[in-house]
């Protein structure tokens, strides 16, 4: 009797601990309602392109404005290993006070697409009455040429949003969101610890195609250019050697 007692009262403190627990974690996803959407686009054309993001927060909702009023906006951008950020063109935009975007890792602007690998750029920039524009300068790698040409596809995934606000008030977020630590604005100095968000993505995935050379182009210019050089040597033989006969006659 007492057994049965006690294994009823242990389900009842483990059914209680668990709505206990349960409840916690929906308040704590209750209490930071974000709601951000974000908008990214690539713009212009060619090899050399733009990648623009339009970030707002919610702003029908006066409640929650204090959560990003003053905080910074930091967002992570994987590239794939055909498209690269040029670290020198980022820091002139950086001195000039133009945009806040660094790489994470160095940067080879010189290899083909074949040769790189994906690599990750972080665009900061402070939220201003609920929402930011923010933009990263992007170049095509070359592909090493295939036989029939064609054109190499580079899929831009949507990026990681973090926040880094001046206090602790992110911490009531829950620990579900995940923390990171980068440069605040691309100075190796000042460090940000920073929340991840998250939000809804309005755009699809960016695709970029990129043409790729043509070895079959390549051969054709390559015989070309071979023939040029055998007729044209040929015909240089052939003036000299009848300069020379005409020199020995001279002399003769
Ligand atoms: C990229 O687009 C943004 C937003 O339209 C603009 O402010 C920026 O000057 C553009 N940058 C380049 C390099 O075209
Ligand atoms: C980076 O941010 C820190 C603090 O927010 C500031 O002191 C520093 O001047 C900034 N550096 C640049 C290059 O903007």
Same mark, same amino acid.
């Given at each position: 009797m007492?057994?049965?007692?006690a294994?009823?009262?242990?389900?009842?403190?483990?059914?209680f601990g668990? +709505? *206990?627990?349960?409840?916690?974690?929906?308040?704590a996803?209750?209490v930071?309602?974000?709601? #951000?959407?974000?908008? %990214?686009? /690539?713009i212009?054309?060619?090899?050399h392109?733009?990648?623009?993001?339009?970030? +707002? *927060?919610?702003?029908?909702?006066?409640?929650?404005r204090?959560l990003?009023?003053?905080?910074? #906006?930091?967002?992570? %951008?994987v /590239?794939?290993?055909?498209?690269?950020?040029?670290?020198?063109?980022?820091?002139?935009?950086?001195?000039s006070?133009?945009?806040n975007?660094?790489?994470?890792?160095?940067?080879?602007v010189?290899?083909?697409?074949?040769?790189?690998?994906?690599?990750?750029?972080y665009?900061?920039g402070?939220?201003?009455?609920?929402?930011?524009n923010?933009?990263?300068?992007?170049?095509?790698?070359?592909?090493?040429?295939?036989?029939?040409?064609?054109?190499?596809?580079?899929?831009?995934?949507a990026?990681?949003?973090?926040?880094?606000?001046?206090?602790?008030?992110l911490?009531?977020?829950?620990?579900k969101?995940?923390?990171?630590?980068?440069?605040?604005?691309?100075?190796?100095?000042?460090k940000?610890?920073?929340?991840?968000?998250?939000?809804?993505?309005?755009?699809?995935?960016?695709?970029?195609?990129?043409?790729?050379?043509?070895?079959?182009?390549?051969?054709?210019?390559a015989?070309?250019?071979?023939?040029?050089?055998?007729?044209g040597?040929?015909?240089?033989?052939?003036?000299?050697?009848?300069?020379?006969?005409?020199?020995?006659?001279?002399?003769?």
């Amino acid at each position: 009797m007492i057994g049965t007692y006690a294994y009823c009262l242990k389900k009842l403190v483990l059914i209680f601990g668990l +709505i *206990f627990i349960s409840s916690i974690s929906v308040l704590a996803t209750n209490v930071c309602n974000f709601n #951000v959407r974000i908008k %990214q686009t /690539l713009i212009n054309e060619g090899f050399h392109r733009n990648i623009t993001y339009g970030i +707002i *927060f919610n702003t029908k909702n006066d409640d929650e404005r204090w959560l990003y009023a003053d905080c910074v #906006v930091g967002l992570e %951008q994987v /590239l794939p290993s055909g498209v690269f950020t040029n670290p020198d063109e980022l820091s002139d935009l950086r001195r000039s006070k133009k945009l806040n975007a660094f790489p994470k890792n160095r940067v080879n602007v010189e290899l083909p697409a074949e040769q790189s690998s994906p690599n990750r750029v972080y665009i900061t920039g402070k939220v201003l009455d609920g929402k930011i524009n923010l933009w990263l300068p992007v170049h095509a790698r070359y592909h090493q040429a295939v036989s029939g040409g064609g054109t190499a596809r580079n899929e831009i995934e949507a990026p990681t949003l973090f926040l880094h606000c001046p206090d602790e008030r992110l911490e009531v977020c829950g620990a579900k969101n995940a923390q990171a630590v980068f440069s605040c604005n691309g100075s190796s100095k000042e460090k940000c610890k920073w929340k991840e968000i998250p939000y809804t993505m309005m755009t699809e995935t960016l695709i970029w195609d990129v043409p790729v050379g043509n070895t079959d182009h390549y051969y054709l210019v390559a015989t070309g250019t071979a023939t040029v050089i055998v007729v044209g040597s040929l015909y240089l033989l052939k003036a000299i050697h009848e300069y020379q006969v005409s020199h020995r006659k001279k002399k003769l």
